[in-house]
């Protein structure tokens, strides 16, 4: 039997018997704070008093096949939720401080309250004035939503229980905090405790509870990290100082498809939702450009182009840069490798900065061929058709592999005006794909093609 652990990191939430200034499991620093135990039995007995009784799995059968929902009308939220709002469930929803978390919130209550849900919106960082103010900005001040601004989670407790809402919005996990619990607010012991109570609490009384955490790169406050696995559904609110786009993405979810996302804009009056995400990400692009590359992707369930930005100049230093946004930097060195050879073209001595445009967040494999021809078309100063949409997954032989929505892709490249698709060999095979398709084996036989020999 292992002993119970004591500490935490708040980084990754690993836990350990011993404090250390740094997390062995991930290495960060100063990440390691001393957590209490959830509970403890009384006289610290073994066995509780209580018997529970199992029930067979085929008794499950009769119970209701798929949870009740309820659409909030955003469709976007709607979909990463996996269909709408889970009764009974627990949601954690993570980003930076500022990014519009609480704005997000607001909205989606608003919604939620006028489809007829019992909303209750607690607020451990605004006061309800402060609130009622972000709702005028908002148009939102006829919307029946039930504000409280508190800390105390017993408070809260006794608050839900008199109210019995459907939906209670905690903004934020890290203000609150348990009087039984002897750490400051925004600590592992009380970020765990609160959530853990709040959890318990929503699936015993059937509400479905929405928890705000904010994720700082320093781990100095508790990261949701801590949170994750308590939850059913884990939700990170992502975008880029600076750009007015925000992704709502699904990181988990119980209850539907991970990996879905929400693409909204943030404007003077709050979110917008973006119905048509592929043409705002290419909005930006200008007449064909050497190293601009544009990715047929595939985000969730929906297909979403997107546009690859690479630059590469000679480095002043020894050691090159490598400079990556939005994409993984480790797999940008394997597509360098792979180039190098494979195909013979080297970058030893060159800068090379790899963006995608928007503050967009690409995590699709399939993604490596439109970084390569970003990457080979800035250090040829090139620029590549400006008619033709990329993508295909690239394997450490050089081989261009197929992947996963070939359709999806070819229809809404077609569907935003693009004639020609540079793809993998094994399409499988489709009607007419309305595009001319150029299949690339391999990515030597691609430099051939689309560079010259
Ligand atoms: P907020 O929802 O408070 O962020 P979080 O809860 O994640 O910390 O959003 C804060 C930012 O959003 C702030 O910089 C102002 C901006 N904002 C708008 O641009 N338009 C709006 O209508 C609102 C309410 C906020
Ligand atoms: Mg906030």
């Known amino acids: 039997m292992s002993k119970a652990a004591a500490f935490v990191c708040t980084a990754c939430a690993a836990t350990s018997s011993k404090w ?19 509970s403890q039995g009384p006289g610290g007995k073994a066995l509780g008093a209580r018997r529970g ?4 799995l085929t008794d499950l059968a009769q119970a209701e096949a798929e949870p009740p929902r309820t659409l909030s009308g955003v469709v976007e939220l709607d979909r990463v939720l996996g269909g709408g709002l889970v009764k009974a469930s627990a949601l954690l929803v993570g980003g930076d401080p500022g990014i519009g978390k609480s704005t997000l919130l607001l909205q989606a209550a608003a919604r939620f ?48 229980e008199a109210e019995a809402p459907d939906l209670a919005i905690i903004d934020s996990i890290q203000t609150m905090w348990l009087d039984t619990v002897e750490a400051a607010p925004g600590s592992v012991s009380q970020v765990r405790s609160a959530a853990h109570e709040l959890t318990t609490f929503a699936k015993r009384k059937g509400i479905s509870m929405v928890m705000v955490g904010h994720v700082t790169k320093e781990g100095q406050i508790a990261g949701p990290r801590v949170v994750e696995h308590m939850v059913d559904t884990v939700l990170y609110f992502e975008g880029e100082r600076g750009h007015q786009f925000r992704i709502l993405r699904a990181h ?18 709050g979110l917008v939702e973006v119905k048509n995400p592929s043409a705002l990400f290419l909005s930006e692009r ?10 047929a992707g595939i ?10 930005q690479a630059l590469v100049a000679p480095s002043p230093t020894s050691q090159p840069r490598r400079s990556v946004l939005g994409w993984d930097g480790g797999r940008l060195a394997m597509i360098l490798a792979v180039l190098e050879s494979r195909c013979g073209v080297a970058f030893a001595g060159l800068d090379v900065y790899l963006n995608v445009a928007g503050g967009l967040r690409i995590s699709d ?4 061929l439109a970084v390569a021809a970003a990457l080979l078309s800035a250090r040829e100063d090139s620029a590549l058709p400006a008619e033709a949409v990329i993508f295909g997954e690239i394997s450490l032989s050089g081989a261009v592999r197929a992947v996963a929505q070939t359709e999806n892709r070819l229809k809404e490249a077609q569907k935003l005006g693009f004639t020609q698709a540079i793809l993998p060999q094994a399409r499988k095979r489709g009607g007419d794909p309305g595009l001319e398709l150029r299949q690339m084996a391999d990515l030597p036989g691609f430099v051939a093609d689309i560079f010259g020999p």
């Open 20 to 38: 250390a200034g740094r997390c062995e499991s991930c290495g960060a620093w100063n990440t390691v704070e001393e957590a209490q135990p959830l």
């Open 53 to 56: 009784t199992p029930i067979r």
């Open 252 to 269: 988990k979810n119980r209850f539907g498809p991970a990996d879905e996302i929400g693409v909204f804009e943030m404007t003077g009056r």
């Open 365 to 368: 494999p399939a993604a490596d």
């Open 286 to 295: 200008a007449t064909p450009a050497p190293g601009s590359a544009v990715f």
């Open 113 to 160: 309250a006028r489809g007829g849900l019992k909303v209750l919106y607690i607020s451990g960082e605004e006061s309800a004035a402060q609130i009622q103010m972000r709702a005028r900005r908002l148009g939102l001040t006829e919307s029946p939503v039930h504000l409280a601004a508190a800390t105390n989670l017993r408070d809260i407790l006794t608050t839900l």
């Open 299 to 308: 985000e969730g369930s929906r297909p979403l182009l997107c546009e690859f």
